[in-house]
């Protein structure tokens, strides 16, 4: 149980153009999902918090305008790069709490490799 | 200071060797502790929570105090199945931080 997937796992594309990624929770509902982005050899650094239903919590640094999150429904968080350069390549990885569980522990997807050229 | 800090490595130990990783945390309230294994180009993983009272899964033991704000991790008996990035991960309600991990490579 308990299973998140990305799509897409990896993706190209040219600069100044806006990708998509999704992230779900396939057996189970997330009221909250975090997206997180690595670069390589650093650790994990969160971007933002969503929670359905809701706007997204961003943390300090990261751009709301560039970086778009949208979770319209328990299973479902979205997260669009827009307007991508070289430098917002990069692994970007969604996890998400269970719905009313008190566990504190989060599930992470397989994460998405993103290169801007 | 980082929020959570860990020696990045990297250790490269043997086979059946004996190898500890250690961790700091600023935040003193800080409500619960991991230790997550990160494959190369992967996802990191749930390898185990860390309580006052240190917890033992097989291999692995892990130790918390608080009054230091220090957590370790002691793998024994390493298999080169363990090579991985081993991450310290402090949490508070919806704040998960992350350290930037200790690579190990067990060899032959």
């Known amino acids: 149980g308990a299973v998140v997937s990305q799509h897409p796992s990896w993706v190209i594309c040219k600069s100044g153009t806006s990708v998509k990624i999704e992230c779900r929770s396939l057996?189970?509902?997330?009221?909250?999902m975090f997206w997180y982005r690595q670069f390589p050899k650093q650790s994990l650094m969160l971007m933002a918090t969503?929670?359905?239903?809701?706007?997204?919590?961003?943390e300090q640094g990261v751009e709301k305008d560039k970086f778009l999150i949208n979770h319209a429904s328990l299973t479902l968080s979205t997260l669009t790069v827009t307007s991508a350069h070289p430098e917002d390549s990069s692994f970007y990885i969604c996890?998400?709490?269970?719905?009313?569980?008190?566990?504190?522990?989060?599930?992470f997807g397989p994460g998405t490799r993103l290169t801007v050229t | 200071r980082k929020e959570v800090e860990q020696d990045p490595g990297p250790f490269n130990v043997p086979e059946g060797a004996t190898v500890a990783f250690n961790c700091t945390y600023s935040?003193?309230?800080?409500?619960?502790f991991f230790w997550y294994r990160q494959d190369c180009r992967k996802e990191p993983k749930l390898l185990m929570s860390?309580?006052?009272s240190g917890n033992e899964d097989g291999r692995f033991t892990a130790q918390l105090n608080r009054a230091s704000q220090y957590i370790s991790l002691l793998i024994r008996d390493s298999k080169l199945s363990d090579s991985a990035t081993y991450l310290c991960?402090?949490?508070?309600?919806?704040?998960?931080?992350f350290g930037a991990g200790t690579r190990l490579t067990v060899k032959p």
């Open positions: 991960v402090v949490n508070k309600v919806n704040d998960m931080r």
């Open positions: 969503s929670n359905e239903g809701s706007k997204a919590t961003y």
């Open positions: 860390v309580y006052s």
């Open positions: 996890s998400a709490k269970i719905r009313d569980h008190h566990t504190l522990e989060q599930y």
């Open positions: 057996d189970f509902q997330a009221t909250t």
């Open positions: 935040n003193s309230a800080s409500q619960s």
